[in-house]
């Protein structure tokens, strides 16, 4: 259940000391072939990081042989410098990876990078330089867990996930535990496939998963600096599926590690999917179920076991979906406690004692629908949050 499931790939996850008591902080994937095509999808804060800035100037060129992360720092808002720390580890790990295995010749433009962690605070490179070289050794074909806890901030547990083709697979490995919001949510995430693809197919399935995965969930409102998603292909497998084959996959695993990050949320106790259908365009969907997400009066009245479907309502007003107010209906765990936007069924019937939460609201205005992924807000929500930044 890892990045290096699929054929090609090896990965490594080391301690270089970035974070205190010692747990693992440097992760490296590394992409051995045949093929090297590869995508991203990044944060839309206009204020990114320099790992951002780099790794979106490296995925322009189609190639990437390796993808090294850190934990334990963000190198966001670090200005020139924290860019040249960028561009110096890219170096670095490009030199020594080519030191050791030279036939793949690297330089610093076939290398990404990403960090996670404080933001404002320059890495302290005597340290991760050196933590480079050992991740480089400490490369394998089992090394894909280690890379997944190596990345971990606030996260509880490594997140990973394999979805297979007919002879083709996708691996991802993805953190996160805070600040998740849509575009994409705050999170760093490296996917693989030893597919034959290229980045133009890469490209167009990963932007399709993403926009109805990560991008519907919604745990804080908090959009990061750091945000980024890579898949890599490697084209080992000798397979090149169809586009529809491919997306399918990616979507797949894509969602996996979604759930897998929204489970994971700091101070959760439920998690809770926003089923929004009857609307009139696929927009106004997402609107009406981001705005239900975001509502902190919904969020802690679940909390409570609360199924207050008048804060449900309150919120969908709060949109430009097309809608007409008494004709709304809301079911909270298949209890429908609204009907033409006014009270029905009990709600006292609602059952609200596990962990998993579905809310469907209709519009009646049309056809289309979506669904948003969010969680409670609970009073660990600011313990945990305050030692995250990005």
């Known amino acids: 259940m890892t990045v290096t499931v699929p054929r090609g790939f090896r990965a490594s996850g080391v301690a270089a000391g970035l ?33 951002v800035l780099w790794t979106q100037q490296v995925v322009r060129g189609g190639v990437v042989r390796a993808v090294v992360l850190n934990s334990g720092g963000a190198n966001a808002c670090t200005g020139p410098a ?25 330089g610093a433009g076939d290398v990404a990078v990403c960090s996670t962690g404080l933001i404002g605070e320059r890495l302290p490179m005597p340290k991760l330089l050196p933590g480079v070289r050992a991740a480089i050794r400490g490369l394998s ?40 919001a849509p575009a994409m949510a705050t999170m760093l995430c490296v996917l693989t496939t030893d597919a034959v693809a290229g980045p133009d197919a890469l490209d167009a399935a990963l932007r399709a998963a993403c926009r109805v995965t990560f991008d519907r969930i919604d745990s804080d409102g908090c959009m990061s600096t750091n945000d980024t998603v890579l898949l890599l292909a490697s084209g080992a497998s000798g397979i090149e599926p169809t586009e529809a084959e491919l997306t399918a996959a990616v979507t ?19 998690q809770i999917a926003i089923e929004v259908v009857g609307a009139a365009g696929e927009d ?8 239900v997400a975001r509502n902190n009066l919904v969020k802690t009245a679940l909390f ?64 289309d629908r979506a669904t948003v992924w969010t969680n409670d807000l609970s009073h660990a929500y600011v313990h945990e949050n305050s030692a995250y930044s990005s």
């Open 252 to 270: 797949a695993a894509c969602h996996d590690l979604a759930q897998q990050l929204l489970a994971d949320a700091e101070g959760a106790t439920k």
């Open 141 to 180: 074909r089992e090394g894909g867990a280690d890379a997944a806890e190596a990345i971990m901030t606030t996260d509880t547990r490594p997140k990973t996930t394999v979805t297979r083709g007919t002879g083709w697979t996708v691996g991802g490995m993805a953190k996160g535990a805070g600040m998740l």
């Open 19 to 51: 974070k205190s008591g010692g747990a693992s902080d440097v992760a490296l994937v590394v992409n051995d072939g045949p093929d090297a095509t590869v995508a991203g999808v990044f944060t839309a804060n206009r204020v990114k990081a320099a790992p």
């Open 304 to 367: 409570g076991n609360d199924p207050n479907w008048g804060r449900i309502l309150a919120a969908v007003g709060t949109t430009a979906a097309a809608f007409e107010p008494d004709g709304i209906d809301v079911a909270v765990n298949g209890v429908w406690v609204c009907r033409g936007g006014a009270a029905a069924e009990d709600r006292a019937k609602v059952d609200l004692t596990g962990r998993d939460v579905t809310i469907r609201i209709d519009l009646h205005s049309g056809s």
């Open 82 to 106: 924290g860019f040249q720390d960028t561009h110096a580890t890219a170096e670095h790990t490009a030199a020594a990876l080519t030191s050791a295995s030279p036939r793949l010749r690297l």
């Open 284 to 291: 106004d969907a997402v609107e009406v179920g981001r705005a």
